[in-house]
């Protein structure tokens, strides 16, 4: 059980674009994208990528489970858990799956079908025991989860759309914004908008600002824009995520170096970290 006063984030899987077995990225994780938020009794999970697996072994021993799902967007290392999220299979449990990115084109349910579709794989998602509902909203949209919680979302510059999150709970606040670019000099509105004096703000920072011109157009950012975006919002705690797959523990460990020194509190995000606001 948990107290049904807490409100925290857990980082399940902290990696972009394609998961690490290297023993060199050990430390900080080596599974991409998936993070449970707690809001009291509420569960919430943003993203299924293949952290979302080992999320699913803890909460397959708790006993029936009924949660939300919200996808940052459908690419594959933000999905590619799914499949093997044990919950999912349970006749006990309900979940209800939100993305912002799709309409008109798609929904949400449709991309998972095609995911899970032959000769990509086995089964499709008809295989899933639990009560499954499929919602489908447009980015900037404001989703009220219950009389307690509020969620507000808005769009991220990322190739096919994403969706940035804010998680609102008893007067505190997560954000969890990832697989956006940046134009440098010009802080995204949208984000500062979304992220406006946050407890905790969770930024792609797939690379630095010396790699990023290599990278322009393949929709990430860095973890200095992530520090003048959280400066100018006036955000509280500011975490670095979705570390780039060659980016090792002494690389990270050189990356909390230079926040502990431009901004002090912020904190590189690694598999099992607790943040609560």
Known sequence: MHD????FVKFWGVRGSIASADPGTARYGGNTSSLEVRCGGRLLLFDGG????????ELSMNGPVDADMFLTHTHFDHIAGIPFFGPFFNPRNKFRVHAG????AMT???ALCDLMMAPLFPVPPE????SMEFHDFH????LQLSNEI???TAPLNHPNGATGYRIEWDGKSICYCTDTEHTPGKPDPNILDLISGADVFIYDCMYTDDEYPCHVGWGH???QEGVRLADAAKVKTFVVFHHDPDHNDEFMDGVQAELDKVRPGSVVAREGLVVRP
């Open 4 to 7: 049904p006063g807490d409100f």
């Open 50 to 57: 293949t952290g979302l697996r080992y999320l699913g072994r």
């Open 101 to 104: 990115h799709l309409l008109p």
């Open 108 to 110: 949400v349910k449709h």
């Open 127 to 130: 295989i899933f025991g639990a």
């Open 139 to 142: 980015a900037g949209e404001t």
């Open 150 to 152: 509020r969620i507000r």
């Open 221 to 223: 950012s860095t973890w």
